[in-house]
């Protein structure tokens, strides 16, 4: 599977419209060229929202596992991750793979 989704259940707690202001990615040393991650909004119900970020692998080689970190904006806060663990609910967010979908093959080339 050329990509890995993460569901993430995120609730704004002033309703807030915007959601990351930063994010990074770290993978492993040998497979870091190309690795993303896109984040998209689901749904919206007025007091939160859920979302999720694409995890994408343009390199050449498979990753075993992956970090997406980010920044929420002032009010925002985060409840739960259906497909990472997670670190923080709100301003800085660590989301790390589960045991089950830590390998992102790389994308074949176009």
Do not use: E
């Amino acid at each position: 599977m050329a990509r890995s989704r993460i569901i993430a259940a995120m609730a704004a707690l002033a309703g807030a419209a915007l959601v990351a202001a930063a994010v990074a990615v770290a993978v492993p040393a040998q497979a870091a060229g190309g690795i993303g991650a896109t984040f998209a909004k689901d749904s919206d119900w007025g007091s939160g929202y859920s979302a999720h970020y694409t995890i994408t692998n343009g390199s050449s080689s498979p990753i075993s596992s992956w970090t997406v970190g980010f920044t929420l904006a002032t009010g925002l806060g985060v409840t739960s991750f259906w497909d990472a663990t997670f670190a923080g609910s709100t301003g800085q967010i660590t989301a790390v793979n589960k045991s089950y979908n830590g390998t992102v093959a790389p994308r074949p080339p176009a």
